[in-house]
């Protein structure tokens, strides 16, 4: 083999090598976008009680009221893995309640809430307020950002914080 054959050798080797240095690679971000909204969970306990709901938030000096369409919640099932890694789950019913008041935006600033409604009846539910701290938390890792979260549980005892 000659000068340029042993150039060419040199040179393929080099550019091969290079190609197989690892370059740790970012997990992936879901292409999800966060919602600015304060989300409440009607107690199953409590459910039969409230016929509307209203919120009212207030963060940062801006408020926003509105009435609040509730849904059926949910939980998730566990449904197990298959051989091949492949996990599954089902939602089904829980009994709770759940609605959202959709936000200009939401920050990790304390935030004053009230929530006022009518019971099926047509009586007024006691009027309920909350002082909390919407929580802010990297569910994906750092490299996907910050999501920030406002979620009470409204039960008889009034309004909490969600765990």
């Not at 409230?50 to 949910?74: F, M, N, W, Y």
């Not at 006691?126 to 996907?144: I, M, N, S």
């Amino acid at each position: 083999m000659g000068k340029p054959g042993v150039l060419l050798a040199l040179m393929t080797t080099t550019v091969l090598t290079a190609g197989c240095y690892y370059y740790p690679v970012p997990a992936p971000c879901p292409m999800i976008a966060q919602a600015t909204a304060v989300s409440v969970t009607v107690a199953r306990e409590y459910v039969a009680q409230v016929g509307s709901l209203r919120l009212k938030a207030c963060q940062d000096g801006v408020c926003k009221e509105a009435a609040v369409e509730l849904i059926p919640g949910t939980a998730s099932i566990d449904q197990g893995c298959a051989p091949d890694g492949v996990c599954s789950a089902t939602a089904s019913p829980d009994g709770t309640m759940i609605g959202m008041l959709m936000l200009e935006s939401l920050t990790e600033a304390p935030m004053a809430l009230t929530a006022t409604g009518i019971s099926p009846g047509g009586s007024a539910l006691p009027v309920r307020t909350l002082d909390f701290r919407p929580r802010g938390a990297y569910p994906f890792g750092e490299q996907c950002g910050r999501f920030v979260t406002a979620s009470v549980i409204l039960d008889a005892g009034g309004l909490r914080p969600a765990a």
